[in-house]
């Protein structure tokens, strides 16, 4: 059946006798008359309300349609309610994070729900999700954990309590430091180094003289500089915000150097073991969570593994002096000539890094965790300690490090561990915002900013005279 014959039908027919489909409809007769009306004139309408449309080669205007919503803000209108339908739910896909603004529509909840056409009307952003993002590109935006923990918080999410003032402290200490204007000028870090050059020279002559005296007055000696880096350590963090357990801390950093000298190595794993179960289970008697457990317990830990067992390695070294079985040259000096030789190095590359980096120092090593330590400082005092062990051996000043080979590896070893375990104390006074673990010792900071690079260097050269046992080399 062609359109003819359609068109035709319809001239034929004649609804006026039955009225029109619509109550406010033109009557059917004078369809004819209507378009052909509209054809002449080019203009087309869809009622009162929306008005001629603009012929279609007139150019653009620009203008956006607007949508006129009812008397509420989302307003009853049924065709709001139409198409809500269509629009008011999609599909959640797995990598899609679904939140509470997001969840389903219940019965009781209602005002939850909201429509395509309504974020439209209102404004608010749509949910982005997924696939969107796939194939827009659009970086996927979630919101994480803070990468590292503030001090004065618990990662779980419970804040701890706030230091309480005691008789202990001078003055109440500031809560941590979220409120610390980062904009202030950092304090003056240059050394006082008339003063740190007088006490410098104190200490050593007091090692020296403990060393020379008998092995057990060295081991007493560094008995009391671990415990005083125990407390100044225990001390801060506890400025800071934590809450170790530093009573049980600061008796493993004790004890375990006094069981490591008096009966080897076979006892520091007992002894850290000991000092973790007493830690914990001190915090087990506490009334609830907020006492921050696992962080706690984490920094009481860090202490006793940094100074309690790291120290302990120098009354190992002192070890090797007590222990008989060689009849060669300087078998009774093993131990106290290993733990000079290694002071003299500490000393020699730190000397050399401060002097050469200060003259000469353009590159940091880590600018984040201290801009004042360059790379041209840590050659600097590797070369000053190079220098130092050559000598020691062209002076022939030890009966114990005899060859040139073996006190070149040992500068080697001092000039790599020493600079890192000042790097690995910086680091931390850097996470705690703090410039010095303590005052003690005058022009140097606490001993734990005297002895940090001592902590690292202790372990490796232990080890290394087990390896190279350099008494055993005949003197040519």
């Not at 062609?2 to 039908?9: P, T």
């Not at 000043?397 to 080697?412: G, M, R």
């Amino acid at each position: 059946m062609s359109d003819d014959m359609w068109r035709d039908r319809r001239d034929r027919d004649d609804f006026s006798d039955y009225g029109s489909l619509f109550d406010d409809a033109e009557p059917t007769q004078n369809i004819d008359e209507v378009e052909q009306e509209r054809r002449r004139t080019g203009e087309l309408s869809f009622g009162d309300q929306s008005g001629p449309l603009p012929h279609w080669t007139e150019p653009p205007t620009g203008e956006v349609p607007r949508l006129d919503v009812g008397a509420d803000e989302y307003g009853d209108d049924d065709e709001l309610d139409v198409w809500s339908s269509f629009s008011s739910e999609s599909p959640v896909w797995k990598d899609d994070e679904v939140t509470e603004a997001e969840m389903p529509v219940v019965a009781d909840q209602p005002e939850r729900r909201t429509t395509g056409q309504q974020r439209s009307v209102t404004g608010q952003v749509p949910r982005t999700t997924g696939q969107h993002r796939r194939v827009s590109g659009e970086a996927d935006v979630v919101t994480r954990e803070p990468s590292r923990i503030t001090i004065g918080t618990d990662p779980s999410g419970i804040p701890r309590r706030t230091p309480p003032p005691t008789g202990r402290r001078r003055g109440n200490v500031p809560p941590p430091a979220a409120g610390r204007s980062r904009s202030a000028p950092p304090a003056k870090s240059g050394r006082d180094m008339p003063a740190a050059i007088a006490v410098g020279l104190l200490l050593a002559a007091a090692f020296l003289a403990a060393l020379m005296y008998r092995p057990w007055a060295a081991a007493a000696m560094i008995t009391v500089i671990l415990g005083l880096a125990a407390v100044e350590f225990y001390d801060k963090v506890s400025e800071k915000g934590y809450r170790p357990a530093a009573v049980t801390g600061i008796v493993t950093c004790v004890a375990a150097p006094i069981a490591a000298y008096w009966l080897g190595d076979g006892t520091l794993p007992l002894a850290m073991a000991f000092g973790f179960m007493a830690t914990a289970a001190s915090f087990v008697g506490a009334r609830s969570v907020e006492a921050g457990p696992m962080p706690n317990v984490s920094i009481t830990t860090l202490g006793i593994i940094w100074i309690g067992l790291l120290g302990s390695f120098a009354m190992l070294i002192l070890r090797f002096s007590t222990q008989a079985g060689s009849a060669l040259p300087g078998a009774d000096h093993r131990g106290t000539d290993t733990l000079f030789l290694l002071a003299l190095g500490v000393v020699a590359n730190d000397v050399g890094a401060l002097f050469v980096g200060s003259a000469a120092g353009r590159t940091p090593l880590r600018a984040w965790i201290s801009p004042n330590k360059t790379v041209e400082g840590l050659i600097g005092g590797a070369l000053m300690t190079i220098i130092a062990m050559v000598v020691v051996s062209i002076g022939g000043w030890s009966d114990t490090w005899i060859e040139l080979t073996d006190l070149f590896i040992l500068a080697v070893v001092i000039s790599i561990m020493a600079p890192m375990g000042d790097l690995v104390e910086s680091m931390f006074k850097r996470n705690l915002d703090t410039k010095d673990f303590g005052s003690i010792i005058k022009g140097h900071g606490g001993v734990l900013d005297r002895f940090d690079g001592f902590l690292f260097t202790l372990p490796a050269v232990y080890y290394l005279t087990l390896v190279l046992e350099p008494w055993t080399a005949v003197r040519t």
